[in-house]
Each structure stands twice: as structure tokens, then as C-alpha cells.
């Protein structure tokens, strides 16, 4: 008798209409396997889905050039499905002006008129796969099926996948799906759908990482992030490490940028202070539980690392060049980058060294630096099993997580926000989150420059209202005996010539040892309206130049400036209306009077 899984495949695959169905095992072999369809016979836009690079400089290492209109994130394609139910307030409520909604049952209709025949002439590769350690209460077993083979090794690098999934979900029907095609990469016809109450995503039209990958963003925050609601947990865009002090205590903090804010960075942080040491948990995502000793627990579903390219080398993240060149067990996939074809090397702007001759840009075409033109895409990516990391924290593995003393919530701003400012309180550092704003990145389309409020770094990503996000982050810190410090940071601020203010990268152990100051009581700070900032000498600044008239920029806080941020944080927080928490209204009207506006 067929299995809820075997069930639920074969219903998609007549519809589909795939050549043949490859159940997936995650076995070093088939990932060889699959690279050599990927090499020899699938292709984009005439492209092979996989180029081998320079094997001796770049273990393990392929080249994957996606389709030129499908390169980032496409947020305006990207719907949560909720349905109206006579229990709660219409479906679009529940999804929240943070997303865009259709009716699930027209949702479906669309999608499968899409999704009629989109497999022809292809491969069905069934991907059984685990969210978290699969000894951990807090993972989620998942299948995804897609028809593409850079997704099929990318989500083997991405997660814990294999055919021992498919017996631990046995005749439960309690598994997350997602239903995967890059149909025709047509942009009129790419959609990515949740529909949260059922745990099914499903994903056409493009085969790009956020929007192909379907256990990270699609499952591991906007459907977790719903469960997570149901179930008394938080699903989290943030980065997880641990941060040894030169006594050996270890420290475990949460962080939470939106994509290309140093996130990854900071993740893989190498520290400029002698005796302290940064321990990557994970990079992205963060499933945090309240423990049995009432603290807060975070787990990394995770097992690999997803990011941008641009402006990585040596000298702002050596950890992570040196986790792409490692031999193991996991391939290294990079994508969009410009080529070196003398070499097979892969390039991008920031990598050290001078610029490499005889290099194709990230479509393919011969590139000239003289032309101003960018030779790798600014969202052009890695994916790398974080096993890979030299950095990697012994704890990762624990299915019971690592506790979590400090969050900060931070995003990339020129001007205005103060380098680190800690909350008064859980309340008012929830506040602290939902205020965060960001610029704009290239990791999505279809979004205007300027400075987009960014709460937790979950916007794009929260798969409810937000009102009601916010709500759930003030009832979970309740619930905690000892609920972690929130802090915000922001390492972009410039000075009035437009440099930096903060030198950055390895420096951010600086703020880093602050912020483990204040969780342990070592030192004091000092309040203003928007919340406690550092003393200038309790910060450890031995061995860069930062005076003490830079300090008070990186720290200014201008009553004028902050006339315009709270008029347009008050805009933001309005459109949730009634669903918007008492508390947070009563901070922002505290803010608001403190700063005599």
C-alpha cells in the first residue's frame, strides 16, 4: 500500500507529466551523478546548469549561471495563501499588508494551470529532507519535488537530506511539501505560493535560490514562522554564534540583518581582540524555543551557507573563503559570478588581487572593466555546506540547540542610527525591532531605494500579519524566565564626507564584547531617548582609530533628523491597524515625547 509521500508524489506527477521520477538518497554518489547531468545534458538558456572550476584551487567546486531574468528574490510574485475562516478575520488579514494574498482555491487554480505538463521532457527528482538535526524535537521532516538539478544539489548542501527521511515520515501524513518547476523561466509566469494551514509551498518560473530552495525562506521562515504561531515557537531570519571570551566562557548570540548587510559576515566573524573567538551556529535562519529552564533555545535548520558574493575575500571574511576552496564531503556551487576562462577561476568585485584578465561577466559576454559595468552580478551567490567552516561551533550539531543570551536587529543605514543601542527592557526592544529600517538591497526585485522598514529582518518573510508577529514576540519573551538583551546595530553610519565611521568586519568583535558586558553586568551605559548606548571607555578600542569626536558621530542623535524617522516609522506601524499590540504604541508615544516631537 502506497505511502502518504508516494501518494502525494504520484498526484503531482500526473499532473507535472515528468520523462521519470528520480527519488533522491543523498549519497555522495548521485550528488556526482547529478553534477554530470548537469554538466552533460540539462541546460539554461543554452547554458550547462553546472561548469566545472579549477579543481585544484577550487575543490569540489561548479559554476552555475542562472536564467538573466532570474536572479534574486521576486517578492511581488510571492503570495501566502491564507484561507478566510468563520474562527478568525478574513485570509488577507491574517497574511497582513506585509504579503501579498490571493484566495487559496484561485491560487491553486492559477498554479495549476501553470504547472499542467511543466515537467515534459524532464526529470522529477524527489528531494526527501530534514530541517534541523533529526534527533532534535524542534526539526521538521519535508519533501520537495523539483526538475532541476542545481536546485536538487543545492538543497543537498542546504539540508539534511536522504532516503532515511522517507522512513522517519513512514505513514505520516504530518511532512512539510513543496512542488517545484522552473517551467519556462517566463517572468508573466513565475509565482511562489504558501499555503500555510495545508504546509505546502509551491514554486514555477524561476529557479533561483529564495525562490527555488524551498526549505529555506519558503519553509524555514514563512510556513515555520505560522507553525511557530501555532506551536508557541519563533522562526527567525537571524544569524546564530557563539562568542568565547578569553576565559573560555562562551556567549551565544542571535543576530538578524536583512541580505547583504554583513549577516554572513558576521556569522564567520574572525576576530581582531587576542583571546576572542567567533563560533558559527548558523548564517541565516534561526528556530528559537523556550527550553526547559525557561530560557530562549535556538537551533540552525540548516546545514549550509547561502550568500552573496561581491565584496567577500580575505580581508572581510577569510573564514569564508577558506570554507568555498575546502575539500568535503559536500560540493561548493557558485553562481553568477563573472569567469575567468583562462583559468576557470570564478571572479567578482571585491575579491583580493588585481583584476583578472580574459574574464566573461555573469551572462556569459567578454567584459572590460573600462565600461563601468559590474562583471559579476551584485546578488550573485555561494552555497556551501557549513561544514565546510573552520569556524564551525561544536554545538551545531546538538539537537536541543544553544542558548541564547543577546539579539541584535540591525540593518544598513548612512545615517541617523547609532552604531548599538540596547532596550530598556523585552518591550521596548521588541519596539527596537519593529522600527528597524534598512536600504534597499539586490537581493530582490521589484523594491525602490530608499530606507524599506525591516522588522527583525522578517519582512519578506513572516508568513502571518505582523501585528500579530509582534504580538507573538511579546508573548514568547513573557513566557521566558530570563529572556534575552535586545540590541540594535547599524555598522553603516558615515561621516559627512560619506566614509564609514566604523571600520567593521573583524572590528564588530568590539561591539560584540559590549554587548557580553551588559548580559554579564561588567559595565555600565548610558540612556537616551532611543534607548542605552556605550561608554565611550568601556568600549575596547586599543588598536584602531576611532576618537573620541568620532564616537560622538557614530553616536549623535539628532532631534530634527528624528522627526522625519518617527513620521515614518508612525506610517509604517498604522497600516496594521487594529492588530498592531498596545505595547508597542505605548512605546512609540514614550520614544516620541522623550525626543519632545
Not at 527528482?125 to 521538521?140: H, I
Not at 523539483?146 to 504530518?174: F, Q, W
Not at 511532512?175 to 504546509?199: A, T
Amino acid at each position: 500500500m502506497a505511502t502518504p509521500v508516494e501518494k502525494w508524489v504520484e498526484e503531482q506527477a500526473k499532473l507535472t507529466k515528468p520523462d521519470k521520477i528520480w527519488w533522491c538518497d543523498g549519497s555522495e554518489e548521485e550528488a556526482h551523478k547529478l553534477i554530470e547531468i548537469g554538466i552533460k545534458e540539462e541546460k539554461i538558456n543554452n547554458v550547462p546548469i553546472f561548469q566545472e572550476l579549477n579543481q585544484k584551487i577550487w575543490p569540489k567546486a561548479y559554476y552555475h549561471r542562472s536564467h538573466p531574468t532570474d536572479v534574486a528574490r521576486t517578492e511581488h510574485l510571492t503570495y501566502v495563501c491564507h484561507p478566510d475562516l468563520p474562527s478568525r478575520q478574513t485570509g488577507k488579514d491574517t497574511a497582513g499588508p506585509n504579503n501579498n494574498w490571493m484566495e487559496p482555491n484561485e491560487a491553486k487554480s492559477l498554479m495549476t494551470k501553470l504547472s499542467d505538463g511543466c515537467m515534459k521532457g524532464r526529470t522529477m527528482y524527489v528531494l526527501p529532507y530534514m530541517m534541523g538535526n533529526t534527533d532534535s524535537p524542534y526539526a521538521k521532516a519535508c519533501v520537495q519535488l523539483t526538475d532541476n538539478s542545481y536546485v536538487a544539489i543545492s538543497m543537498r548542501i542546504m539540508t539534511r537530506m536522504g532516503k532515511h527521511i522517507i522512513e522517519k515520515i513512514g505513514n505520516s501524513e504530518n511532512f512539510v511539501k513543496g512542488l517545484h518547476s522552473c517551467g519556462d523561466f517566463d517572468p508573466n509566469k513565475r509565482f511562489i505560493m504558501h499555503f500555510p494551514d495545508e504546509h505546502l509551498v509551491w514554486s514555477i518560473g524561476s529557479g533561483y535560490g529564495g525562490n527555488a530552495l524551498l526549505g529555506k525562506k519558503c519553509f524555514s521562515l514563512r510556513i515555520a514562522s505560522w507553525l511557530g504561531l501555532k506551536e508557541g515557537w519563533l522562526a527567525e531570519h537571524m544569524v546564530i554564534i557563539g562568542i568565547q571570551c578569553p576565559n573560555g566562557d562562551m556567549t551565544y548570540v542571535l543576530a538578524a540583518f536583512p541580505s547583504a548587510c554583513g549577516k554572513t559576515n558576521l556569522a564567520m566573524l574572525e576576530s581582531t581582540l587576542p583571546g576572542y573567538k567567533v563560533w558559527t551556529v548558523g548564517d541565516d535562519i534561526a528556530w528559537i524555543n523556550i527550553g526547559p529552564d525557561g530560557r530562549f533555545y535556538a537551533i540552525n535548520p540548516e546545514i549550509g551557507l547561502f550568500g552573496v558574493v561581491p565584496g567577500t575575500s580575505m580581508k572581510t571574511n577569510p573564514n569564508m573563503m577558506k570554507s568555498l576552496k575546502a575539500d568535503n564531503f559536500y560540493p561548493t556551487l557558485i553562481t553568477n559570478s563573472a569567469l575567468n576562462t583562462d583559468t576557470k577561476e570564478p571572479w567578482w568585485e571585491g575579491l583580493d588581487g588585481p583584476v583578472a584578465k580574459n574574464l566573461i561577466d555573469w551572462q556569459g559576454n567578454p567584459w572590460d572593466s573600462s565600461e563601468g559595468t559590474k562583471a559579476a552580478h551584485p546578488n550573485s551567490r555561494f552555497t556551501v555546506s557549513i561544514y565546510n567552516s573552520p569556524t564551525l561551533s561544536n554545538e551545531f550539531d546538538n539537537p536541543k540547540g544553544v542558548p541564547i543570551s543577546a539579539i541584535i536587529i540591525g540593518g544598513r543605514r548612512t545615517q541617523r542610527i547609532p552604531l548599538i543601542v540596547e532596550g530598556f527592557n523585552w518591550e521596548h526592544g521588541v519596539f527596537i525591532g519593529t522600527r528597524t529600517g534598512s536600504e534597499t538591497t539586490a537581493a530582490a526585485t521589484g523594491l525602490k531605494a530608499g530606507v524599506r522598514r525591516d522588522p527583525m529582518a522578517m519582512l519578506p518573510f513572516c508568513g502571518y500579519n505582523m501585528g500579530d508577529y509582534f504580538q507573538h514576540w511579546l508573548n514568547i519573551g513573557r513566557k521566558a524566565s530570563n529572556p534575552p538583551k535586545i540590541f540594535t546595530a547599524n555598522w553603516f553610519r558615515v561621516d559627512e564626507n560619506g566614509n564609514f565611521l566604523w571600520p567593521g568586519f573583524g572590528e564588530n568583535i568590539r561591539i560584540l564584547k559590549w554587548i557580553i558586558d551588559r548580559v554579564h553586568n561588567n559595565v555600565s551605559a548610558k540612556e537616551t531617548p532611543i534607548g542605552l548606548i556605550p561608554n565611550y571607555e568601556d568600549l575596547e578600542l586599543s588598536g584602531i582609530n576611532l576618537t573620541k569626536e568620532m564616537y560622538d558621530k557614530l553616536f549623535a542623535i539628532n532631534i530634527n533628523e528624528w522627526k522625519q524617522e518617527i513620521d515614518d516609522i508612525e506610517k509604517f506601524l498604522n497600516q496594521f491597524g487594529a492588530r498592531m499590540p498596545k505595547e508597542i504604541w505605548a512605546e512609540f508615544k514614550d520614544l516620541k515625547s522623550k525626543l519632545y516631537i
